[in-house]
């Protein structure tokens, strides 16, 4: 069983920054790809960004192109999510999710395990 904490989450006005971190244990870190997900009230559940298990592939959402960016610390567990012009529409829950040697999926059904959610709001 793999535990993944969301933090970073919260309020923040149109092209602010924030920092999404997700800290994991209970499994090798180092084995899975992580990826980033995020659902808005009444839509589905969308793909942001991934990374593979080895940090040499990673993927991201048009939407989110040039504006975030995915890394991992495999030494600290932990993968990050920079989320830099921030717009009304990024304003959503956002998971992170584990796939066990993964290459970086835009799938959820792809993913074994995933956090609980941080909130992210952003004003107009």
């Known amino acids: 069983q793999m535990v993944l904490v969301e933090s970073g989450g919260g309020l923040v006005q149109a092209g602010g920054s924030l920092r999404l971190s997700c800290a994991a244990s209970?499994?090798?870190?180092?084995?899975?790809?992580m990826g980033w997900f995020r659902q808005a009230p009444g839509k589905e559940r969308e793909f942001v960004a991934a990374?593979?298990?080895?940090?040499?592939?990673?993927y991201y959402a048009d939407s989110v192109k040039g504006r975030f960016t995915i890394s991992r610390d495999n030494a600290k567990n932990t993968v990050y999510l920079q989320m830099n012009s921030l717009k009304p529409e990024d304003t959503a829950v956002y998971y992170c999710?584990?796939?066990?040697?993964?290459?970086?999926?835009?799938?959820?059904?792809?993913?074994?395990?995933w956090g609980q959610g941080t909130q992210v709001t952003v004003s107009s």
């Open positions: 209970g499994r090798p870190f180092s084995t899975y790809a």
């Open positions: 999710a584990a796939d066990l040697y993964g290459s970086g999926s835009r799938l959820p059904r792809e993913y074994d395990y």
């Open positions: 990374i593979s298990w080895s940090g040499g592939y990673i």
